[in-house]
């Protein structure tokens, strides 16, 4: 996966056939390789590109964006992949992200970062206090009197709340690894 060209300011970035600047980008990020450099060499994108578009990626998945940033960020995002052209865009983002970007919060070595990790850990523990609650109190739930189909609601919503269950147990598993 590497891209042709390597411009960035007003010119043109050259981006192989069946190929776009967001999958490029995306498959850096997963390099998780701490020098913008290395890996924008790797992708065949200039490092300003590649540390441009990666600052909106993680702006828009880390959700700190309201919907109107949200909005701007995604219709910049695709700006770029069909314009192939940066400089116009940056314009277009640049009071969003001096507003929620810090130096190194890429790294995760700032008040900011650790700010936002705080955030997904209390939501993430509420999630599985809730979580226990619900699953461990059923004793003293008193069940209605239920119709046929409304049996039947509740037992597919159970089923389909047992299988989201299994699916966080894997997510948890899984990120356990990477980050063991």
Same mark, same amino acid.
């Given at each position: 996966?590497?891209?042709?060209?390597?411009?960035?300011?007003?010119?043109?970035?050259?981006?192989?056939?069946?190929?776009?600047?967001?999958?490029?980008?995306?498959?850096?990020?997963?390099? %998780?390789? $701490?020098?913008?450099?290395? &890996?924008?060499?790797? =992708?065949?994108?200039? !490092?300003?590109?590649?540390?441009?578009?990666?600052?909106?990626? =993680?702006?828009?998945?880390?959700?700190?964006?309201?919907?109107?940033?949200?909005?701007?960020?995604? @219709?910049?995002?695709?700006?770029?992949?069909? &314009?192939?052209?940066?400089?116009?865009?940056?314009? *277009?983002?640049?009071?969003?992200? $001096?507003?929620?970007? *810090?130096? $190194?919060?890429?790294?995760?070595?700032?008040?900011?970062?650790?700010?936002?990790?705080?955030?997904?850990?209390? *939501?993430? @523990?509420?999630?599985?206090?809730? !979580?226990?609650? &619900?699953?461990?109190?059923?004793?003293?739930?008193?069940?209605?009197?239920?119709?046929?189909? @409304?049996?039947?609601?509740?037992?597919?919503?159970?089923?389909?709340?047992?299988?989201?269950?299994?699916?966080?147990?894997? %997510?948890?598993?899984?990120?356990?690894?990477?980050?063991?």
């Amino acid at each position: 996966m590497k891209a042709g060209g390597h411009n960035g300011g007003g010119k043109r970035i050259n981006v192989p056939p069946g190929d776009n600047i967001t999958s490029l980008v995306r498959y850096g990020m997963c390099l %998780k390789n $701490k020098d913008a450099q290395i &890996t924008a060499d790797a =992708i065949g994108l200039n !490092v300003r590109v590649y540390r441009f578009m990666k600052k909106l990626f =993680i702006l828009k998945d880390r959700g700190v964006l309201n919907s109107e940033e949200l909005k701007i960020v995604n @219709e910049v995002i695709e700006e770029v992949n069909t &314009t192939q052209m940066m400089s116009k865009a940056e314009k *277009r983002v640049e009071g969003i992200i $001096k507003q929620h970007w *810090r130096a $190194k919060t890429m790294n995760g070595s700032n008040e900011y970062e650790r700010k936002i990790e705080s955030k997904w850990r209390k *939501r993430f @523990e509420n999630t599985l206090f809730m !979580v226990r609650e &619900t699953c461990t109190n059923n004793e003293e739930m008193e069940i209605p009197n239920l119709n046929q189909q @409304e049996k039947e609601n509740a037992i597919d919503t159970l089923i389909e709340s047992i299988a989201g269950l299994s699916d966080l147990i894997s %997510k948890i598993q899984q990120r356990g690894k990477t980050n063991a």
